[in-house]
């Protein structure tokens, strides 16, 4: 990403992350499509679960974006073997994080669940399928170091084909432990997240062992696997703001869950659905934020800071061109997305109204994660957490309350507001609002160019790479 045109460079990067991301949903979306075959309120649980789980999920990604930081600019310095460094440091940082957070969620699941709105059916539903989901948190979280460390590498199409055999296998087996097949019993949403923790044990496995092969580019060596104060302190200072930006992306769609739970199991369902398919502008937008943090990283480790600009200038435009045609699509066809998960006429009428007011942020929203992820691969992960609170705390949550319900009476502070009451369409027109708003944020931000020092400060640098200095 050092050298040559830009636009093909990035979408060599890119694509497969796009594939890899986008064959990810996939098999999201085919959770929801079996569950959709067992209840209304099945559908429910997954959806309001689906916030939460994302949430860990986050956390991981979180926690490997210093992984691409580092990795991504000691490659582009020449320190190969630094770069292997971080990569055991990221495994080791990443197990001993999801154990205790595994073992915290499962101790504390009951509350969480009725914190979060679950009642009756869709408690039982959504306590069987949360269970297995915490077992499997050490595998996404080594999954994703193995991801990270190829990408800072510039190595995107290795994740790629294992997230597709890995998407297959989930696909395949979905329906055996959700419906029941031969002497599989019927599951429901706890066959689901069986199918998910097989899914992801043999990604994790595989990922593991391609790391310890090192034929492609970066290489774990076990005994790099001892603590390294220095390394992992490196990855903390870079990786907490990621992962605080991944909880407070997660938390704010735990809050959105909540308040939808407000007005019914219908629109409940409807938005579970329709966040699926809304995660498909996800998937793009994140996979290109994700190159041009590859892309990023590189050029500031070869000391090459306006091309890393213009990288970030190419991405954002083309993506937004992207979700601007899909979103389109989904404006004009909302309904026929909606039925090819559930009949139910209530909770398609309620998606209806959903995909066509939340379809007109796609682009500003996608615009927005392609920039936090120019920041991310600057290491300046303090930015991309501030935009994400931004985004999330001070615009959508806040405005969906207000333009959702009437009276409103905040806990603890104790002040009291009218809002419009809007029901819960007011919930989709606060989240299309703070997209607008939180992407004119972000151009601004960027445009400073206070992203450009780079975080390895020379640090290691191969004896005459460009950024190689005298200390």
């Not at 510039?154 to 959700?178: E, H, Q, R, Y």
């Not at 019914?264 to 994700?290: D, E, F, K, N």
Request: aromatic share 10%; proline share 4%.
């Amino acid at each position: 990403m050092t050298t040559g045109r830009i636009s093909p460079k990035l979408f060599h990067l890119a694509w497969p992350l796009v594939l890899g991301n986008l064959l990810q949903t996939l098999y999201n979306l085919a959770d929801m499509f079996w569950v959709g075959r067992v209840s209304t309120e099945a559908v429910a649980a997954v959806s309001l679960m689906f916030p939460l789980s994302w949430m860990f999920v986050s956390t991981a990604m979180g926690l490997t974006a210093a992984t691409i930081a580092l990795v991504s600019q000691h490659v582009g310095a020449g320190n190969d073997r630094r770069a292997d460094e971080v990569v055991a440091q990221t495994c080791l940082l990443a197990v001993v994080v999801s154990a205790a957070l595994a073992v915290a969620g499962f101790a504390a699941r009951e509350p969480l669940l009725r914190l979060i709105g679950a009642q009756g059916r869709v408690f039982v539903e959504s306590l069987a399928y949360i269970e297995v989901i915490f077992l499997t948190l050490p595998l996404t979280f080594l999954f994703f170091a193995f991801r990270a460390a190829l990408q800072g590498a510039g190595d995107t199409k290795t994740a790629m084909w294992l997230v597709a055999v890995s998407a297959g296998l989930n696909i395949v087996i979905d329906p055996v432990f959700i419906l029941g097949w031969g002497p599989v019993p019927p599951m429901g949403t706890r066959g689901a997240a069986l199918a998910t923790l097989v899914s992801r044990l043999f990604a994790a496995a595989v990922g593991v062992w391609i790391l310890l092969r090192g034929d492609w580019g970066i290489q774990l060596h076990p005994g790099d696997l001892r603590p390294n104060p220095d390394i992992l302190r490196k990855l903390v200072d870079v990786g907490y703001p990621a992962t605080l930006d991944g909880w407070a992306r997660s938390f704010a769609a735990v809050a959105m869950a909540a308040l939808v739970a407000r007005f019914g199991p219908a629109a409940t369902a409807a938005y579970g659905i329709g966040v699926r398919l809304m995660s498909v502008s996800w998937t793009v937008s994140g996979a290109v934020g994700q190159a041009t943090a590859t892309g990023v990283g590189q050029n500031l480790g070869a000391d090459t800071p306006d091309r890393a600009s213009e990288v970030a200038r190419v991405a954002t435009l083309a993506t937004m061109g992207i979700l601007l045609a899909a979103s389109l699509a989904v404006w004009l066809f909302p309904a026929g997305a909606m039925r090819v998960f559930i009949d139910d006429p209530a909770t398609v009428a309620e998606g209806v109204v959903f995909l066509r007011i939340v379809a007109l942020s796609w682009a500003f929203f996608g615009g927005l994660m392609v920039i936090q992820g120019a920041f991310r691969g600057a290491g300046d992960t303090r930015v991309a957490m501030a935009l994400s609170l931004l985004s999330r705390w001070a615009f959508r949550v806040p405005l969906a309350v207000a333009l959702a319900f009437g009276t409103v009476t905040v806990p603890v502070v104790g002040v009291t507001y009218t809002g419009l009451d809007w029901g819960v369409e007011g919930l989709w027109w606060g989240y299309t609002a703070a997209a607008v708003a939180s992407f004119a944020v972000g151009v601004a931000w960027f445009l400073r160019g206070t992203w450009k020092e780079g975080v390895i400060d020379g640090e290691g640098a191969a004896e005459g790479s460009p950024a190689a200095t005298d200390d």
